[in-house]
T-cell receptor, first 116, second 109 residues
Framework: DTEVTQTPKHLVMGMTNKKSLKCEQHMGHRAMYWYKQKAKKPPELMFV???????INESVPSRFSPECPNSSLLNLHLHALQPEDSALYLC???????????????FGEGSRLTVL | GQSLEQPSEVTAVEGAIVQINCTYQTSGFYGLSWYQQHDGGAPTFLSYNGLDGLEETGRFSSFLSRSDSYGYLLLQELQMKDSASYFCAGEYNFNKFYFGSGTKLNVKP
């Protein structure tokens, strides 16, 4: 199984709502990532988890709250978002950090978020 | 984050060869990956250079020169389905990947 599965595929929320994006992989990868991608722009790194611990937060506003409940799951909790947060949110994983790098990220299809 | 620069758009005809360049910042640099992304799709991995030199994977090759802080993706025998956006991604301080500005490749018949 070489898939990263993200749910939901589409999400529309108001600025006062609380919602969550979910990501799951069963490749035994121990590094997981959240990226944000606006139209016609590159993916922007948001968070990196390594062995279920948050290792990188790219100065993301606190209205985005990541969580890694176990080695297969990654969540992104959303609260009080702004319309400019509307984007494609991509989850990715890569192999165990202490086994060396292949430089390969496995991406899910993304969750397209619209904030009204 | 780190800055990686690419040409914004390249156009070529079917069957041709095209090279997409990427320049990157060196502090903490570990290696360079390349990804393809079709409109509405997710990025898919093409190649990785952890060492200087050329890596070949079918019609795609990638090159890295650390001394020049530069890499490129070479696409041969272009096909219409290669029309997509291509991103270099620098790996920094191990497992931290920053994407380049992206190059839109248009393949014409």
């Amino acid at each position: 199984d070489t898939e990263v599965t993200q749910t939901p595929k589409h999400l529309v929320m108001g600025m006062t709502n609380k919602k969550s994006l979910k990501c799951e992989q069963h490749m035994g990868h121990r590094a997981m990532y959240w990226y944000k991608q606006k139209a016609k722009k590159p993916p922007e790194l948001m968070f990196v988890y390594s062995y279920e611990k948050l290792s990188i937060n790219e100065s993301v506003p606190s209205r985005f709250s990541p969580e890694c409940p176990n080695s297969s799951l990654l969540n992104l909790h959303l609260h009080a978002l702004q319309p400019e947060d509307s984007a494609l949110y991509l989850c990715a994983s890569s192999q165990e950090p202490d086994r060396g790098t292949t430089g390969e990220l496995f991406f899910g299809e993304g969750s397209r978020l619209t904030v009204l | 984050g780190q800055s990686l620069e690419q040409p914004s758009e390249v156009t070529a005809v079917e069957g041709a060869i095209v090279q997409i360049n990427c320049t990157y910042q060196t502090s903490g640099f570990y290696g360079l990956s390349w990804y393809q992304q079709h409109d509405g799709g997710a990025p898919t991995f093409l190649s990785y250079n952890g060492l200087d030199g050329l890596e070949e994977t079918g019609r795609f090759s990638s090159f890295l020169s650390r001394s020049d802080s530069y890499g490129y993706l070479l696409l041969q025998e272009l096909q219409m389905k290669d029309s997509a956006s291509y991103f270099c991604a620098g790996e920094y301080n191990f497992n931290k990947f920053y994407f380049g500005s992206g190059t839109k490749l248009n393949v014409k018949p």
